[in-house]
């Protein structure tokens, strides 16, 4: 199986901590000059070193990319250190959500979209461009189990999730006659930050509702996105890859756990 990605540059959002990060290290380990991108200075240096400690290439970019003109920004600066973006995987996202009836006003629905959403339709108008004239691109969106089942009590986050599924496959379509490929990947419970307050009973919960019994690894998810962005996936478009240990309908979650 091809996963070369030697002399291509990717472009990871995000990848300051959990997800991203992982993902940004197994793009570099395959070969891959990795813009890493984040919010904050400090997370995104710490991954470049992590990846220039295994001999990788990276280097660190900071930008909100729910800020249009940011992203555009931020895209030249890649493309002046590092080259023209090859790979482009969306992973930046927050998890602010809470049951519909307790808010008092629908701002997290705004906070979800802005970043699920618009933040990766930003990164995308800035790379599809040259994706297309090069006759080349892969993009990966990091959508979520919620996609496929949605947990209830955290409508901001699933609305969020779904429409960067409905632009994934749309922009497949389109994008896939200029040789873009434009897939996502959706993750089931990870071991990252997001679940570390999260009460002992929610962590069984979770783990009982797995036929694996467990969360996946932030490395487990980074090789699906891996495949997705390497030459062994060039006929696969348009899909979401659920790396979710075979999760169960959620419907007995309860937020209250938390």
């Known amino acids: 199986m091809d996963t070369d990605l030697s002399d291509r540059v990717a472009l990871v959002t995000g990848a300051g901590r959990g997800n991203g990060r992982a993902i940004a290290r197994s793009l570099a380990d395959h070969g891959a000059s990795v813009a890493v991108n984040d919010l904050e200075d400090g997370s995104a240096e710490e991954t470049v070193e992590l990846i220039s400690e295994t001999g990788g290439t990276a280097a660190a970019f900071v930008a909100d990319v729910s800020e249009a003109d940011a992203v555009y920004s931020m895209v030249e ?78 409508p901001e986050y699933d609305v969020g999730k779904y429409s960067l599924l409905g632009l994934t496959k749309s922009l497949a379509l389109e994008l896939g006659r200029e040789g873009v490929r434009v897939n996502a990947v959706a993750p089931g419970w990870v071991n990252t930050r997001m679940t570390d307050d999260f009460t002992e009973e929610t962590h069984e919960q979770i783990r009982e509702l797995n036929p694996l019994n467990r969360y996946a690894e932030p490395e487990e998810i980074a090789d699906a996105v891996t495949f997705l962005s390497s030459p062994a996936s060039d006929y696969v478009n348009g899909h979401e890859l659920r790396v979710d240990g075979g999760q169960v309908p959620i419907d007995s979650w309860k937020h209250d756990n938390r």
Do not use: Q
């Open 77 to 154: 600066d890649v493309r002046e250190e590092l080259g023209p973006v090859d790979i482009l995987v969306n992973n930046a996202g927050i998890g602010a959500a809470g049951p519909f009836l307790e808010n008092d006003d629908t701002s997290l629905f705004g906070e979800n979209l802005d970043v699920h959403l618009w933040g990766s339709i930003n990164c995308i108008d800035a790379v599809a461009d040259e994706m297309a004239e090069a006759g080349y691109g892969k993009i990966v969106n990091v959508t979520s189990i919620h996609t496929k089942n949605a947990v209830g009590m955290s």
